[in-house]
């Protein structure tokens, strides 16, 4: 018997198509990916390129045409109605804007209070939870008791992995969570992220479009394209020596701090965009 573990999560030649059956457009074509248990899998490509639509197939919301979920092992492909709520427990969202994703009138406390009141928690245990919670994001005690238009940007993405927390799901689907912040709240959210699986060991899909970003927080990388994965592997390989044109795209599309190498790895990527529109990739 094979002493290898099972993944946590395994996609299997997924396809999400939209409009006519065979004949729509593929925003999915037969993508495959594995997530083990307290793992970070970054999932990066530029807008359009289907990273997102992988995140919504695994969370129930898009169409699968083909291929299949399984999730510890259970196919889930297919869960509707109370099986899909349920597996709410196990598997949660973070969103690129936390704001959209927060009840603005509820407070803090309440929304964090709310999937555990729902779930059968006492409201006092509730209460409790939550306190832990707020204090295990960094924000202030008295949050509990204040609304989400009070709070900064980054504050509400703090407010936003709580509430993901707040059920002690296994995996985390982070969908661009810090893509609408500036750089230094995002290398604390991104911190916090860390943290947060050091603790908890909650296992991440983290989608973005920048490799310098899934660098610091994901173990292995799949590169995005089109509605495939054109590379994967290990997360210093693929984000600093990537082997496909369009990762070594991506790679000279990230920012840098240097002026000088940031100059040149511009004029890099202008090259490369020419012989891409050029039809030469």
């Known amino acids: 018997m094979s002493n290898v573990a099972k993944p946590l999560l395994s996609v299997e030649n997924l396809t999400v198509e939209y409009g006519p059956k065979n004949n729509g457009f593929k925003a999915l074509d037969k993508v495959s990916v594995e997530i083990a248990e307290h793992e970070c899998m970054g999932i ?6 289907g990273k997102s639509t992988l995140g ?3 969370l ?3 169409p699968i045409a083909e ?6 092992g259970q196919d889930i492909t297919n869960l509707k109605g109370k099986p899909r709520r349920d597996l ?9 804007d936390p704001y959209g994703s927060l009840n603005p009138g509820m407070t803090i406390g309440d929304i964090l209070a709310e999937p555990l009141t729902v779930a059968g928690e006492t409201r006092q245990s509730a209460r409790q939870q939550v306190a832990d919670l707020i204090d295990k994001v960094h924000l202030p005690a008295n949050s509990i008791n204040r609304f989400p238009n009070e709070f900064s940007g980054g504050q509400r993405q703090r407010i936003a992995i ?8 296994r995996l985390i689907i982070c969908d661009e969570p810090t893509s609408a912040l500036d750089l230094r709240t995002q290398a604390a959210v991104i911190d916090l992220f860390i943290e947060l699986q050091r603790e908890t060991g909650v296992a991440y899909m983290f989608i973005s479009h920048d490799l310098g970003v899934v660098r610091r927080i994901c173990h292995n990388v799949g590169v995005m394209k089109r509605g495939q994965l054109v590379e994967h592997g290990d997360a210093d390989k693929v984000t600093r020596t990537p082997d496909h044109p369009y990762s070594r795209k991506l790679l000279l599309a990230s920012p840098i701090a240097n002026p000088a190498e ?11 965009r020419g012989l891409d529109n050029a039809g030469a990739m």
């Open 162 to 169: 709580a509430r993901a927390l707040v059920r002690k799901p």
């Open 44 to 49: 990066v490509g530029e807008s359009g390129s």
């Open 262 to 272: 940031q100059k040149k790895r511009r004029a890099d990527w202008l090259e490369m």
């Open 67 to 72: 291929g299949k979920i399984l999730f510890d």
């Open 56 to 58: 919504r197939a695994i």
């Open 88 to 96: 709410a427990k196990s598997i949660q969202v973070v969103f690129q």
């Open 60 to 62: 129930g919301l898009a």
